[in-house]
């Protein structure tokens, strides 16, 4: 959607000039369209593609079950919570079944009890159908406790700062929050945000 | 659209139930209170005796209206006519035009600022012009009727178009969607609620440009009626016509927010 800034921008080693179907995007607000129920709004991708009408659906379907909304499929945006819409949301960046998934912050606009809920709601999904997930996230527990390589990043200018592999053992759970390991993967990834300014950007 | 995005019974009984209560209050206390002033006026007039043709009465109002209810029938109908066409034919020019704004960069530079000064105009200054080019028949009503809704309606029109989140243009451009599919699915679906606030700020407008029309030189319609009874010193007649006026202003203006309700079931509501 932008060009790079410098360097080149590699997608399974070849070089991206325009956008790719291959990725499904999660943003921080859930962006649903209000005229169209849950399952239309999960199928809005697949009918841009002209994937399979009938295969979509099914796969719909599914994913809408996946993330527990199984029954909601005909209700609209507006009637959903702020976190059920979010659910929408990731089933509509999966329903194309890209290898990559994108999510910048999206979780950020939600209160600290979905969010962490959704965590783990996300992390489940994974492990029935592992991704590629690039995961942008102000919060480091968020970013450790989800991911396996940190990439932490300066505050303005946005440069990379280091690389933070974690070791945890999945799945995660939320008890690990509280062992040594997590602390100290914890404080490294601040250390690097917070050697210049107050404010951090992380990336997992 | 499909026919699934109407509302199920289950969503407004959960939700509308306290504003219908309240709505219900609104009108409750707007009909006493309308009727309140209506026999405060009656007893004034009958009581200081203030002459009819200088204030009538509502009894005497309603009266002349039931001796000439034919007539301020047919002069309605006039009314109503050029109004609405008028009205149809502004939705049929600016919307199409909004498109074409939105999507010409050359139109969005060169006619659209235009048309945004052009909106500053008092449209109904430009009446006595139009009977001068073409004459005093219905067009000339019509025409005004057209200038005063063809604003609100393309300027509405024009920014719902443009409403559009940027998260979800991105998503639409990373799915590669062809001009046709981002329009058809995401555009026009985003800009109705929008252009359903244009359409009712045009049609308060378009009753007011038809009598508007009319005082400048016409045979028949209302704003004919009320001139020509005024004159006469019939004021009842002139009152008469002013209730029938006001009446269809609050009927169409109605009619376009139940169509809205039906077509747009997702807007906003106030």
């Given at each position: 959607m932008l060009r790079p800034s410098r360097g080149k921008l590699l997608f399974d080693g070849t070089p991206l000039l325009r956008p790719t179907h291959d990725v499904g995007i999660v943003f921080q607000e859930a962006v649903l369209l209000a005229w169209r129920s849950v399952l239309d709004n999960v199928l809005l991708p697949a009918e841009i593609l002209g994937l399979d009408k009938k295969s979509a659906r099914a796969r719909a379907m599914a994913l809408i079950e996946l993330v527990g909304l199984a029954g909601f499929e005909r209700r609209f945006p507006r009637e959903l919570s702020g976190g059920m819409q979010q659910r929408v949301s990731l089933c509509r960046a999966l329903i194309h079944n890209p290898s990559v998934l994108l999510m910048d912050e999206p979780f950020a606009a939600l209160d600290a009890m979905t969010r962490e809920e959704l965590c783990f709601e996300l992390m489940r999904i994974w492990s029935a159908d592992k991704k590629t997930v690039i995961f942008v996230t102000h919060n480091i527990a968020e970013a450790i406790l989800l991911a396996d390589r940190v990439v932490a990043m300066t505050p303005r200018?946005?440069?990379?700062?280091r690389i933070v592999n974690v070791e945890l053992a999945r799945p995660r759970t939320i008890a690990m929050e509280f062992t040594h390991a997590f602390q100290s993967y914890s404080e490294e990834v601040r250390e690097v945000i917070y050697r210049g300014q107050a404010q951090g950007a992380g990336r997992a | 659209m499909t026919v699934e995005t109407i509302n199920t019974p289950l969503d407004t009984e959960d939700e509308a139930l306290e504003p219908a209560q309240s709505t219900a209050k609104a009108v409750l206390g707007a009909t006493v209170t309308l009727v309140a002033l209506v026999v405060l006026w009656e007893l004034l007039v009958r009581e200081f005796q203030i002459p009819s043709w200088l204030l009538p009465a509502p009894s005497l109002i309603g009266q002349s209206m039931l001796e000439w209810r034919s007539e301020l029938v047919t002069h309605s109908m006039v009314t109503l006519y050029e109004t609405l066409v008028g009205f149809a034919l502004a939705i049929a020019i600016s919307i199409p035009l909004a498109v074409a704004v939105v999507y010409s960069p050359i139109l969005q530079n060169t006619i659209y600022p235009i048309l945004l000064a052009l909106?500053?105009?008092?449209?109904?200054?430009i009446a006595p012009l139009l009977a001068l080019w073409i004459g005093f028949g219905t067009l000339p009503k019509i025409v005004v009727v057209f200038l005063v809704c063809f604003f609100p309606i393309i300027v509405a029109t024009t920014s719902g178009l443009t409403a559009v989140p940027t998260p979800l243009m991105e998503l639409i451009r990373s799915l590669s969607a062809s001009s046709l599919q981002t329009f058809v699915k995401i555009r026009f679906p985003t800009a109705m609620p929008h252009i359903f606030v244009g359409l009712k700020i045009a049609i308060t407008f378009a009753v007011i440009g038809a009598v508007i029309g009319e005082f400048v030189g016409s045979e028949n319609g209302l704003g004919y009626l009320i001139l020509v009874s005024t004159s006469q010193s019939r004021t009842p007649l002139a009152f008469g016509s002013l209730v029938l006026l006001t009446v269809m202003s609050i009927v169409l203006y109605y009619a376009i927010a139940l169509i809205e309700r039906l077509v747009v079931p997702w807007a906003p509501r106030n």
């Open positions: 200018p946005g440069r990379i700062a | 909106q500053s105009m008092p449209k109904v200054a």
